[in-house]
């Protein structure tokens, strides 16, 4: 069956009962929406919470989809924020931004290539998902807080070569947190030409690292 003919059915039903394409066809297929003409939000909202990435579908119709729907979009599946950004050109709110970055941190990096400067707690979300976006933290020009730095360090105890490269000494308690992740965080501290504490020495020790 062809897209017009299958667009001519679906409109067909919507036309005699509303509910039924809303609540009986959407939460099977959401790709369906593609075929409707101007989308209700709570029809955009069935399409996206089945599956995010329908939003493109929403944004190709011209359509500006809601926070509200921006939102369902990201928590279904975090890389629906490239459509929000990219096709519709669209801001997205500090709210969805720390949606789409605790499901995949390394959507950061869109985030901050667009001009926007996230904030502190997107950025926490971020490396709390995935150490290794705190690199784009500061590719992006950004300087991370020592929060974020504790709590990338925390999650991957290697970033710390990142945080080092970026000219930031890291503090006695983000060296603790790195290697108390990976032992052999300790050798990008040395290499670095950063004298450990005798505490962070004795935690590598505990890790197994000879120093």
């Known amino acids: 069956m062809d897209k017009d003919k299958l667009k001519n059915i679906i409109t067909r ?3 005699i009962n ?6 009986n066809i ?3 297929s959401p790709k369906l929406i593609q075929f409707m003409d101007n989308p209700s939000e709570d029809v955009q909202l069935a399409a996206v919470k089945k599956d995010g990435l ?26 629906s924020i490239y459509q929000i950004i990219y096709d519709a050109r669209i801001i997205p709110s500090e709210d969805v931004q720390l949606v789409a970055v605790k499901k995949v941190g390394d959507l950061i990096y869109d985030i901050i290539k667009v001009g926007i400067t996230p904030s502190e707690d997107v950025q ?4 709390n998902n995935n150490g290794s976006s705190i690199g ?6 950004i300087t991370p807080s020592e929060d974020v730095q504790l709590a990338a360090a925390n999650q991957n105890g290697r970033v710390i070569q990142y945080i080092i490269k970026a000219g930031i000494t890291p503090s006695e308690d983000v060296q ?8 052999y965080a ?17 935690l590598a020790r505990s890790k197994g690292v000879n120093i």
Do not use: C, F, M, W
């Not at 509303?18 to 609540?23: A, H, I, N, R």
């Not at 300790?186 to 005798?198: F, G, K, L």
């Open 13 to 15: 039903i919507g036309q």
């Open 18 to 23: 509303p509910k039924y394409e809303l609540e």
């Open 26 to 28: 959407l939460p099977q």
């Open 54 to 79: 329908t939003i493109y579908y929403i944004i190709e119709a011209g359509i500006v989809p809601s926070e509200d729907v921006q939102l369902a979009a990201v928590n279904n599946n975090g890389s």
């Open 124 to 127: 926490l979300a971020a490396v």
């Open 136 to 141: 784009y933290i500061i590719n992006g020009g």
């Open 176 to 183: 603790l947190a790195a290697v108390n992740n990976n032992g």
């Open 186 to 202: 300790i050798q990008h501290i040395i290499n670095a030409r950063i004298t450990p504490s005798e505490r962070v020495k004795e």
